[in-house]
């Protein structure tokens, strides 16, 4: 039963182009969650969301991050036109129910904007 | 605002010594959780308690939870070089809407062999 998946594992990119971190949950999980972390510091909710839907996006910036959840395929994290206060490491959970229970988190990816 | 906190912030202890770090919240809870994070990597769920409990034990791990002083502790027993990492808690309650978890900074553990 493999666990959470995120890929890449690390994604450089210069200012202004765009980043795409995927996420694919665990087998029967519907309920997936990103959160950021700075360096030194803990994780920031970002945004949860189950197939085909956004639950919670009060984490996420108002420009630039969007993210989506398609009832084919994993989930998806964007930041557009990158900075480099975007460099962080993003990690993806999930949960086979809501909030209120265990959360799986994968590996994370590491942005670095140049 | 951040939601956990953890007290200390560092700790460095001998192979098969006691750590013992805290978690201080501001708001009600359903329930209170602790990860460990090795460096560079993802978290590790290690064990979650509900707002009605005040003990749980999992393996040589052992949290506690006074819900009147809104503080947790997690205690690792006989501790190993392997418990080097990072520990932090997270609470999930109706102050978010119940649909996240808010994180503390963090402790850093190191284990001396």
């Known amino acids: 039963n493999a666990g959470v998946m995120q890929n890449p594992r690390h994604l450089v990119r210069r200012r202004g182009q765009e980043a795409r971190l995927r996420c694919s949950p665990m087998?029967?999980?519907?309920?997936v969650y990103w959160y950021r972390q700075l360096p030194e510091e803990g994780l920031k909710f970002m945004v949860y969301l189950q197939k085909e839907n956004i639950i919670d996006e009060s984490g996420m910036p108002k420009e630039r991050f969007s993210a989506e959840f398609p009832k084919e395929g994993p989930s998806i994290l964007r930041i557009q036109q990158v900075v480099r206060g975007d460099s962080a490491a993003y990690f993806c959970?999930?949960?086979?129910?809501?909030?209120?229970?265990?959360?799986?988190f994968g590996p994370g990816t590491r942005l670095t904007v140049l | 605002s951040q939601q956990g906190e953890e007290d200390p912030q560092a700790l460095s202890i001998q192979e098969g010594e006691n750590a013992t770090m805290n978690c201080s919240y501001k708001t009600s809870i359903n329930n209170l959780q602790w990860y460990r994070q090795n460096s560079g990597r993802g978290l590790v769920h290690l064990i979650l308690?509900?707002?009605?409990?005040r003990e749980k034990h999992s393996g040589r791990l052992r949290v506690t939870l006074d819900t009147s002083k809104k503080s947790s502790s997690l205690l690792i027993t006989a501790s190993r070089a392997a418990d080097t990492a990072s520990y932090f808690c997270?609470?999930?309650?109706?102050?978010?809407?119940?649909?996240?978890?808010?994180f503390g900074k963090g402790n850093q553990v190191v284990v001396i062999p």
């Open positions: 087998k029967g999980h519907s309920h």
């Open positions: 997270a609470t999930a309650g109706p102050s978010y809407g119940n649909n996240r978890l808010a």
């Open positions: 308690i509900r707002s009605n409990e």
């Open positions: 959970a999930s949960s086979p129910q809501g909030i209120g229970n265990e959360q799986f």
